[in-house]
């Protein structure tokens, strides 16, 4: 069956620290790989969308990378900053219309 | 532009009452979808629609009922409500129903059944 793992449901970095954040997936092609943020009480909010024919993707501190041999998706927030404490969710699109998301990561950044 | 828009923001059902969740967007998105989230799992979808008229089961449909008469809305029906339907519910869009484009999620449906 179809898998999404992302790695430990909790991230404790230190303000300035870059947070890395893991994406794995089994049994399954997609098309597009999307991350989102989630704040407390709130709905996902689209951060970045890679191809599976592009290897990185940046947007300001956000650097996604995307590798369909190892099944694998990296996410990076450079220079972290407390306002980024929030839970990552990590979502592939096989073009099916079925976005299938992992539990997500949740990231706190220290001051 | 209010986006994609739910109510009720909170709701609390006994077991067997049926309700409706809903959804509305304001941004002619063509596909449209809803989501549960429980604790320590990731988003499930529950039904999804590429355009007015058409609407299909995603992963959790038991339970529920979807129709999408019109192009900005997509209400989601309880029809005999089980504790094990409390949870979060998401609606979202997007503009074109195959294309690279990110979702946009309403604030969401926090739903108990007791």
């Known amino acids: 069956s179809q898998k999404i793992e992302q790695n430990s449901e909790a991230l404790n970095i230190q303000e300035g620290k870059t947070a890395t954040l893991t994406c794995n997936y089994t049994n399954y092609s997609p098309a597009y790989l999307q991350w989102y943020r989630q704040d407390p009480g709130r709905g996902p909010v689209f951060l970045l969308l890679i191809r599976e024919n592009e290897k990185e993707k940046r947007k300001e501190r956000l650097k996604v990378t995307f590798d369909t041999t190892l099944k694998q998706s990296l996410f990076h927030i450079t220079a972290s900053q407390p306002a980024d404490s929030a839970t990552y969710l990590c979502a592939l699109d096989a073009k099916d219309y079925k976005l299938s998301f992992g539990a997500g990561t949740t990231v706190t950044v220290r001051a | 532009n209010a986006g994609v828009t739910q109510t009720p923001k909170f709701q609390v059902l006994k077991t067997g009452q049926s309700m409706t969740l809903q959804c509305a967007q304001d941004m002619n998105h063509e596909y449209m979808s809803w989501y549960r989230q429980d604790p320590g799992m990731g988003l499930r979808l529950i039904h999804y629609s590429v355009g007015a008229g058409i609407t299909d089961q995603g992963e959790v449909p038991n339970g529920y009922n979807v129709s999408r008469s019109t192009t900005e809305d997509f209400p989601l029906r309880l029809l005999s409500a089980a504790p094990s339907q409390t949870s979060v519910y998401f609606c979202?869009?997007?503009?074109?129903?195959?294309?690279?484009?990110?979702?946009?999620f309403g604030s969401g449906t926090r739903l108990t059944v007791v």
């Open positions: 979202a869009s997007r503009r074109d129903p195959g294309g690279a484009f990110g979702y946009t």
